[in-house]
T-cell receptor, first 116, second 115 residues
Framework: GAVVSQHPSRVICKSGTSVKIECRSLDFQATTMFWYRQFPKQSLMLMATSNEGSKATYEQGVEKDKFLINHASLTLSTLTVTSAHPEDSSFYIC????????????FGPGTRLTVT | AQSVSQHNHHVILSEAASLELGCNYSYGGTVNLFWYVQYPGQHLQLLLKYFSGDPLVKGIKGFEAEFIKSKFSFNLRKPSVQWSDTAEYFCAVNPNSGGYQKVTFGTGTKLQVIP
């Protein structure tokens, strides 16, 4: 149980275009989903916390107009990277917290974004 | 704000060797502690967690970790590693202070086990 999926797993896009990444909790309802960014040889950096039906809470330094997050249902959150630039190339990982339960997060497999 | 440091960035061991990965955190209050593992090409998985109670926590695949409050540490151990333990290991912490607090991750330790 507690499986989280992400789509796509890899995406290559051109500078200036937008890319949408989906995060789904497959067998549970997630009150809260989290979006992380992972740079090579670095830790996961929390970008934003997404609560179903409300606006996402962004971490300091993360541009909310560039990284649009929509948590439309208890099983789906999307991250849209708008007007992508090469420096946005990274590994994006989402996680989800059970609607009821402890502080454990369940992670998706990640999405590798390459902006050319 | 809390922070987590993992001292070893890359560890190479032979099979059957014992493993200890260091993790220290900084936060003044009560915390929840986690160790996650990321096998090559796979997503992060929870190895074990500590919320309260016995400070020696046993996880999956023979791993354990000990919370030493006085040292702000939560080191991961395994008495005898296997080649299949080759992975990256992340320590994480979040404050246990009512409601949900965000989780902060360490920079990770890459473990390479040589057959």
């Amino acid at each position: 149980g507690a499986v989280v999926s992400q789509h796509p797993s890899r995406v290559i896009c051109k500078s200036g275009t937008s890319v949408k990444i989906e995060c789904r909790s497959l067998d549970f309802q997630a009150t809260t989903m989290f979006w992380y960014r992972q740079f090579p040889k670095q830790s996961l950096m929390l970008m934003a916390t997404s609560n179903e039906g409300s606006k996402a809470t962004y971490e300091q330094g993360v541009e909310k107009d560039k990284f649009l997050i929509n948590h439309a249902s208890l099983t789906l959150s999307t991250l849209t990277v708008t007007s992508a630039h090469p420096e946005d190339s990274s590994f994006y990982i989402c996680s989800a917290r059970l609607r009821t339960g402890d502080n454990e997060q369940y992670f998706g497999p990640g999405t590798r974004l390459t902006v050319t | 704000a809390q922070s987590v440091s993992q001292h070893n960035h890359h560890v190479i061991l032979s099979e059957a060797a014992s493993l200890e990965l260091g993790c220290n955190y900084s936060y003044g209050g009560t915390v929840n502690l986690f160790w996650y593992v990321q096998y090559p090409g796979q997503h992060l998985q929870l190895l074990l967690k500590y919320f309260s109670g016995d400070p020696l926590v046993k996880g999956i695949k023979g791993f354990e970790a000990e919370f030493i409050k006085s040292k702000f540490s939560f080191n991961l151990r395994k008495p005898s590693v296997q080649w299949s333990d080759t992975a990256e290991y992340f320590c994480a912490v979040n404050p246990n202070s009512g409601g949900y607090q965000k989780v902060t991750f360490g920079t990770g330790t890459k473990l390479q086990v040589i057959p």
